[in-house]
């Protein structure tokens, strides 16, 4: 990341190659287990446990370059969190849904569950990496051991998995990494956590440090806002205008979030974030 966001090496940490998805080594479980509606975001009508109609014979999508201009934007900002091959190659075993159909119904169910453990790993490997929280190392040490070791169980542990008390657990860890991270930002960082601002005009807005945490910023004019050490976590960006703002040291932010906003060549954003490619357009 930035210089604020300098990780330190832990051997604990879960690599962050295993926090993104890797298709190569997936079953395309996003493509069959998840349902979508026609919609702006989506061509077509389908239901869990179909298999999209772009999806090949090798679990690749046939229409992955292209899948904004053939009416599938949801998937584009959409991350599996390496949930999908986790759940391919460790929980079942590289054994695929085709290969073993009696296997199919399990593997969607587990597949949701795995996802949202991996979002929670990618958020405690987010906070363990961040200097401003070594008082916390220790904690976040214990969190990333409780996490990754509820992935690491059965087919049918995971099923029965309810996931609402870890996250009941961990939200209190990540909302003080998350102060002490922003306490950096200087004075007193504003919180609009959770508030509605879908079309707000915030253009050039002072967010430095600030809690936004669940905000509605659907459509809101961002545009060269100072969003550095801005806790995104949760944040809905859709179709936010984020051109020329800076999102260095932003905290929790996702690579997904960014693919559902709008920006351009001027947007600052932290290391190791791609630039989405429709924002050249």
Not at 72 to 78: A, L
Not at 188 to 216: C, T, V, Y
Request: a neutral charge; proline letters at 4%; hydrophobic letters at 40%.
């Amino acid at each position: 990341m930035s210089e604020t966001r300098q990780a330190e090496p832990h051997r604990d940490e879960p690599h962050h190659d295993q926090l993104r998805g890797d298709c190569a080594n997936c079953f395309g479980l996003c493509c069959v287990a998840l349902p979508f509606a026609k919609s702006s975001d989506f061509a077509v009508n389908k239901s869990s446990g179909d298999p999209c109609r772009n999806l090949q014979d090798d679990f690749r999508c046939g229409i992955h370059t292209r899948l904004r201009d053939s009416g599938f934007r949801g998937c584009t900002v959409y991350d599996c969190f390496g949930a999908g091959q986790k759940v391919s190659q460790v929980t079942f075993g590289g054994v695929s849904w085709r290969e073993a159909p009696d296997s199919a119904r399990q593997m969607y169910e587990v597949f949701p569950v795995m996802r949202q453990l991996h979002e929670l790993l990618r958020y405690l490997t987010e906070a363990r990496a961040l200097a401003a929280t070594r008082s916390l190392h220790r904690d976040l040490d214990r969190a990333l051991a409780r996490v990754t070791e509820l992935t690491d169980g059965s087919a049918a542990e995971l099923e029965r998995l309810d996931v609402g008390p870890v996250r009941a657990e961990i939200n209190p860890l990540l909302l003080k990494s998350s102060a002490l991270v922003r306490a950096a930002a200087g004075g007193k960082p504003k919180s609009r956590r959770g508030a509605d601002l879908i079309g707000a005009r915030l253009r050039g807005a002072k967010l430095r440090g600030a809690d936004l945490r669940g905000a509605l910023l659907i459509a809101a004019d961002l545009s060269g806002a100072d969003l550095s050490l801005a806790d995104l976590i949760g944040a809905d960006l859709r179709d936010a205008d984020l051109s020329g703002a800076d999102l260095t040291g932003a905290l929790f932010l996702t690579q997904p979030q960014l693919n559902s906003a709008r920006g351009d060549a001027a947007t600052r954003l932290p290391e190791g974030f791609e630039r989405p490619a429709h924002w050249t357009r």
